[in-house]
Nanobody, 115 residues
Framework: QVHLVESGGGLVQAGGSLRLSCAAS????????MGWYRQAPGKEREFVAR???????AYADSVKGRFTITRDNAKNTVYLQMNSLKPEDTGFYYC?????????WGQGTQVTVSS
């Protein structure tokens, strides 16, 4: 059984940075494309970024140029470096496979960006 655990969220001022981590256990995830997703208060969960097994990356337009997704297969971990954070980036951030699989949503990690 795969278990995905997100960490690294917190409270940051606008313009600041955070690095989120997603540790996978139970299955070697280097065979799978991975993604980061987020859910803002009162809104549906949305795609943020994805990375393929060959390290091709893609981003939502709203984060392009500010966020960077990477993976470390030796550590079974995927990261999301978030720079130039804006208040509209506030929400819970989740990692999952890409495309997402509803069986693997974790608890997420909360990001709050103050203005």
């Amino acid at each position: 059984q795969v278990h995905l655990v997100e960490s690294g969220g917190g409270l940051v001022q606008a313009g600041g940075s955070l690095r989120l981590s997603c540790a996978a256990s139970g299955r070697t995830f280097n065979m799978y494309d991975m993604g980061w997703y987020r859910q803002a208060p009162g809104k549906e969960r949305e795609f943020v970024a994805r990375i393929t097994t060959s390290n091709f990356t893609a981003y939502a337009d709203s984060v392009k140029g500010r966020f960077t997704i990477t993976r470390d297969n030796a550590k079974n971990t995927v990261y999301l470096q978030m720079n130039s954070l804006k208040p509209e980036d506030t929400g819970f951030y989740y990692c999952n496979f890409w495309p997402s699989n509803r069986a693997y949503w974790g608890q997420g990690t909360q990001v709050t960006v103050s203005s």
